[in-house]
């Protein structure tokens, strides 16, 4: 493994496999809330924060971090308040946050576009040591939340109204998940790019179902998912020259592609088993095509 003798190498792999853990983790989340788009509406914000960064010569990963917390926060806002034009203020948010990080950076001594892209699309050399500091105890924070309080925020994630009932502080819990959802933008921004981030807190999540619906074992498949495609990605673009936030965010597809393929004849035969293993079951009553349930009608 040649690859490991490059520092700027150990940095990204370590800063990948953090990635492929704290993205999924979040994601699970967002996916429960119908929320999926979340990650990119903050990767537009976080632009802000980088471009901040360079104009006021400060570290670009915090400050994006702080800029995205904001933009979080005030995302979770607009959506409790901004009854009748809250998809225009959040066009405006977005938007606005991704030309402001365009003027900031070309504002700010040495600004270039190629600095602009690699974050918006990653690079891994890059990666610099105080980068791997900062993306460490970002990932610590986002694991001890997703794991320490994984209960409410499924509930919460579930069922707002009934979660309310039950005396969790909902509003908070929101919050929360979206301020964890902006730390794991600005942890991953610079393995994969802010403009890809929201593909790999979505697409293992989703290809995880296809296999499971177990709320534990989706959890872990898409982190272990997020883990390999990251690591797969980094490798693949050391040796091949390509970006490595586009091969991540393509080899995640792929994986969500052939787990979508086996999903449906796996299924088919586990329910011909069902029906076999029942008193005067009929195998052939359960051949239901993929999609389907026993009445003709499409499942979800």
Known sequence: ??????????????????????????????????QALMGDGIGHVAMTGVGLGFLLSASPVWMATAVSILGAVLMELIRWYGRTRGDIALAMLFYGGMAGGVMFINLAPGGSNAN???????????????????????????????LGLRRQLFAVSQDEEFARVTGLPVRALNLLTAVTAA????????????????????????????LTRSFAATFAIA????????????????????????????????????????????????????AAAQPGGDPAECAIPAGRTPDGTVGV
């Open 1 to 34: 493994m040649t690859f490991l003798d490059y520092a700027f190498m150990q940095r990204a792999l370590l800063a990948a496999v953090l990635v492929g853990i704290t993205a999924p983790a979040v994601g699970i989340y967002l996916v429960q809330r119908r």
């Open 223 to 274: 982190v272990a998912i997020g883990v390999s495609v990251t690591i797969g990605g980094t490798i693949t673009s050391y040796y091949q020259y390509v970006p490595p936030g586009a091969t991540i965010v393509l080899l995640t597809i792929a994986v969500f592609i052939a787990l979508t393929a086996l999903a449906a004849p796996l299924a088919r035969r586990r329910a011909r088993a069902l």
């Open 183 to 210: 730390v794991t933008v600005t942890v991953a921004m610079r393995v994969v790019g802010l403009l890809l981030v929201s593909a790999l807190m979505v697409v293992p999540v989703a290809a995880a179902q296809q």
């Open 116 to 146: 602009l892209t690699s974050y918006l699309f990653g690079s891994l050399t890059t990666v610099s040591p105080s980068d791997v500091t900062a993306i460490c105890l970002l990932a610590a924070f986002v694991m001890l939340v997703t």
